[in-house]
């Protein structure tokens, strides 16, 4: 069965600094994955995807991502964070082999930025 | 993508009672699904909304207590019946093009129910 793993519960950066939110998967073939933040009291919205091709993707808000499938991981990263990027971030996988469009997201990751 | 509009976006109802939430989107759509997202959780898939048939429900969630409709395209609800505290959650109502699996879902505001 598919899975994703969100192993920090949170994580705490300084304004300008690099941050990484990590993500780890498992399913039985080669994954979609997906990454979505959701802003306090808001829906979700989507970030960027990886579905085959170039192993770093680029996403909304100067945001990307690398699939390394040996590490089964999908982190996201930003170079310079802001604080306007503190929010509730959550990383999706959906198992191309299965019979519906279901995407099976993760605990989610808190992240604060401080000024 | 798609525009989705969800109402009420919140609402504090007593026990016992029952609360449809409605799904409505600017283009019509193959797929739309139903999770709920529990206070401090992760999002939790409730059903697939089949247009003209009946949803299809995940593992721990039954038709008499989340029914669904989906009448065309473009407009589903969802129904919480019989609510306790237990279902105080956000709703939310996410729509996926063709249901092709490289595509992402989009999804609405959600709807908070605080259930007393």
């Known amino acids: 069965a598919q899975s994703v793993a969100q192993p920090e519960d949170q994580v705490n950066v300084a304004e300008g600094n690099p941050l990484t939110v990590k993500c780890t998967y498992s399913?039985?073939?080669?994954?979609?994955l997906f990454w979505y933040v959701q802003y306090p009291n808001r829906g979700l919205q989507f970030l960027l995807k990886?579905?085959?091709?170039?192993?770093l993707v680029k996403g909304s808000y100067g945001f990307e991502a690398e699939f390394n499938k040996s590490q089964t991981s999908f982190h996201l990263k930003k170079p310079s964070a802001l604080v306007s990027d503190s929010a509730l971030y959550f990383c999706?996988?959906?198992?191309?082999?299965?019979?519906?469009?279901?995407?099976?997201f993760g605990t989610g990751t808190l992240l604060a930025v401080q000024p | 993508s798609a525009v989705i509009s969800q109402k009420p976006s919140r609402d504090i109802c007593q026990r016992g009672t029952s609360l449809t939430i409605q799904c409505q989107v600017d283009?019509?759509?193959?797929?739309m699904f139903w999770y709920r997202q529990q206070p401090g959780q992760s999002l939790t898939l409730i059903a697939t909304?089949?247009?003209?048939?009946?949803?299809?429900?995940e593992s721990g969630f039954v038709i008499d207590k989340f029914p669904i409709s989906r009448p065309n395209l473009t407009f589903s609800t969802l129904t919480v019946s019989n609510m306790s505290p237990e279902d105080s959650s956000i709703y939310l109502c996410?729509?996926?093009?063709?249901?092709?699996?490289?595509?992402?879902?989009?999804f609405g505001e959600g709807s908070r129910l605080t259930v007393l």
């Open positions: 996410s729509v996926g093009g063709t249901g092709g699996g490289g595509e992402e879902l989009f």
């Open positions: 399913v039985s073939g080669n994954p979609y």
């Open positions: 990886y579905i085959t091709g170039d192993n």
């Open positions: 999706a996988v959906r198992d191309p082999n299965g019979a519906t469009n279901k995407l099976i």
């Open positions: 283009s019509q759509v193959t797929m």
């Open positions: 909304a089949n247009q003209g048939s009946e949803a299809t429900y």
